[in-house]
Every structure is written in C-alpha cells, then in structure tokens.
C-alpha cells in the first residue's frame, strides 16, 4: 500500500487517448465520408459539446437522459447535458435555425459524443460520429437514401463486404397491441423477442390472441432480404403491422434500385437500440467481427418526419485496411524551404531539424532531404 498519487496517464474508464497514426488516420476517414456526404447535397452543421438539458431532451433526445452527463451552468444556473448523441441537437437547428428552408433538408455533422456508461462489448464513453439526416419527406426513396450514400461512404474509404440489416422496431408492438397482449405477458414477450429464444415465444403466443401467433414464423423469418419480404407477405398481419411490413418492401425496392450491390438482411421483430424510431431503422454490420459500422432510421425531429445515418468512426478505423504511415522527410537546418514545400505537396511530411542535436532517426523520419535530393534512410 502506498500513498502514491495515481499516473497522470491515467484516465477514467471507457475514455482513451488516441495516438499517432490513428487519430490522424480516422480524421481522414471522417473527413472522407463527410465529403461523400456533401457531394450528395448534405450540408455540415457544427453543433456545440453542451446544450440546456430542456432543449437537448426534447423529442427524440428524450431516449438519451439517461445516457447523458449533465452539470449546472454558472452563467446561467440553468442544467446543461453534454450531448450523447448529435441527431437530437441537428433536430434542434432544422426546427429553430432553418425552419425558414425548404424541405427536404439534407443537413450532415461530424464531433464527439461523450455517454454516461459503455456496454460490456464496447466499453468506450467517448465516441466519434459522423451522419447525416434528411428532414422532411416522409417517403420510401428518403430513407433508401440514406441507407445508400452511408453504403457509399464506407465504399469510399475501401470498406467491403458489409451487411445493411434492415429492422422495423414498430412492427412487434404492432402486432402485440392488435392481439390485445399488455402488463406482464407483453413485457416476457418482447423479452422473449429480445433474445431470439423462439421457444419462449412459441410458448408465450399461446396464452396470447390469434394474432400475436405470427410472430414466430417472423422471428425465425429474419436473414436475407428477399426471404424475410416473402415470409411477411405470406403472414397474416393486422392492418398496422402490415403498413409497416409494406413500408419496408417500398425501401427496399428503392435500395436495390439505387444500390444493386448493397448486401441487404432484415429482421422483422428487432427492436434493440432503436428507443425513439418510429419506422424502418438500419445497422451496418462490417466483415468479420468487427461489429457495428453505422445505425439510423426514421424518427421524428421535432415535429417532422425524418431519417438518417450515424457511423461510428472508430469502428469504422478497425475494419478498414490498414494504410502506410504518411511518410516524414528530414529536413536539416539551412535546406531551401522551397524544397521542403515541394516535398509536401508530394505528401510527406517535412520535420524540420530546429538544432544540431536533433537526428533523422530520434524525430522518426524515412526520409533525408540532403544535397543531391531526397534520399530514403535505410533501416
């Protein structure tokens, strides 16, 4: 035991710092996406770490409470959160700033969001976001689109063999709501649904009305796009579950029109992670194990219909193929500067010796910018 004081290292739980080359190698797989994004007409926006806690909670921010770190402002002696996810706040400005835009509106953003507690597989409260959201319409086409430009920006940045799993988080409460199923018997069941236990909820559809009899046949529906669409269309749905079930047949039609190549699932009674959407919601899964790349959907801001696309750079940065390290020239005291401008337009990086003492070697270079030219540093 001793009386030490801890390493200024050391840092709170689920927060990291991130190093050379990483960070500035997930800067450029964000800058790269939001550039796709633009390309497509969506506008960066920049809203800022902290919010009043009135404003940040309202509507789908709402879902977030819980998640949010909050403290009083001094100036103010209001209640502030600091924000655990942007779509809220860029509900906020479409329907306060540019409420005098016409819709749609394609608005994108980039920043940190920081949450109260990770989970046990990704641990991390500190996490970047990129995204975009489409204000407006509330139509098949909008939410393919998002669906695809995200496809697009991952495509970009040479991510492949990714999987978009299409989920409709309102068509089990649907269901469970038509066949009159509530208090206890709903809660074991969407339980029972949360876990994908079939037998569980082959038992617990017995006790409950006719209707609530689809959902194993749903459950056990869930892979590949065309299968699952022909598995609800074959279903006996109650009115409002089959809007639902139609919506997502729409979307998926303007995805393989828009995307033929895009690798599409669904899962009909999914619902995790999707607290405040209130239709079709995405999450992209990337090869291997690498988990999830990006999750969206549909959801109100404010009062208007929306959809969009958050992707989680730091998943991103695992599944994308490692890169070379941006290469660093030497550059000795008295070189012609110049030479060294040439070399960054190159792309090198050019390390300028600032005293005698200092070597290619201890600044880390590959390069020596030398009388004859540049030259390489053998290892």
């Known amino acids: 035991m001793t009386d030490d004081p801890p390493s200024p290292a050391l840092l709170p739980a689920g927060l990291v710092d991130v190093l050379p080359p990483e960070a500035e190698r997930e800067a450029a797989l964000v800058e790269a996406m ?113 669906a695809a430009v995200a496809a697009e920006a991952l495509g970009a940045i040479g991510i492949a063999g990714f999987t978009l799993d299409i989920t409709l988080p309102r068509l089990s409460p649907a269901v469970l709501e038509a066949a009159g199923v509530e208090g206890e018997d709903r809660r074991r069941l969407a339980r029972a649904l949360d876990r994908k236990d079939a037998a569980a909820v082959t038992a617990l559809v017995q006790k409950a009305g006719t209707v609530a009899h689809v959902l194993p046949g749903l459950l056990a529906a869930a892979g590949p796009a065309e299968g699952a669409l022909a598995a609800l269309e074959a279903s006996p749905l109650p009115p409002a579950a089959r809007a639902i079930a139609d919506r997502a047949a729409a979307v998926i039609a303007a995805l393989e029109s828009r995307a033929p190549e895009l690798r599409i699932t669904l899962d009909p009674v999914e619902f995790r992670g999707f607290q405040y959407h209130t239709g079709v919601a995405f999450t992209v899964f990337g090869p291997g194990n690498v988990g999830e790349l990006a999750r969206g959907g549909r959801y109100l801001s404010g009062e208007e219909d929306a959809t969009g696309m958050t992707l989680y750079p730091d998943a991103i940065l695992r599944a994308v193929a490692p890169t070379a390290p941006r290469p660093r020239a030497f550059i000795p005291l008295g070189a012609d500067p110049a030479a060294a401008q040439a070399l960054r337009a190159q792309g090198f990086a050019t390390v300028a010796q600032l005293s005698t003492g200092e070597t290619p070697e201890s600044l880390r270079c590959t390069h020596v910018l030398a009388a004859g030219g540049l030259r390489p540093i053998k290892e």
């Open 34 to 146: 939001v550039e796709v994004f633009a390309r497509h007409g969506y506008e960066r926006v920049k809203p800022p770490l902290l919010e009043f806690e009135d404003s940040l909670f309202a509507g789908s921010g709402a879902a977030l409470a819980e998640q949010t770190f909050r403290l009083m402002d001094p100036v103010s002696q209001r209640m502030m959160g600091l924000r655990a996810d942007t779509t809220p706040q860029v509900a906020r400005i479409a329907a306060t700033r540019l409420q005098h835009l016409p819709r749609p509106l394609r608005l994108s953003y980039a920043g940190q969001v920081l949450r109260v507690r990770g989970t046990q597989l990704a641990p991390a409260r500190q996490l970047p976001q990129a995204g975009i959201e489409l204000i407006g319409p509330d139509l098949p086409e909008a939410d393919a689109e998002v």
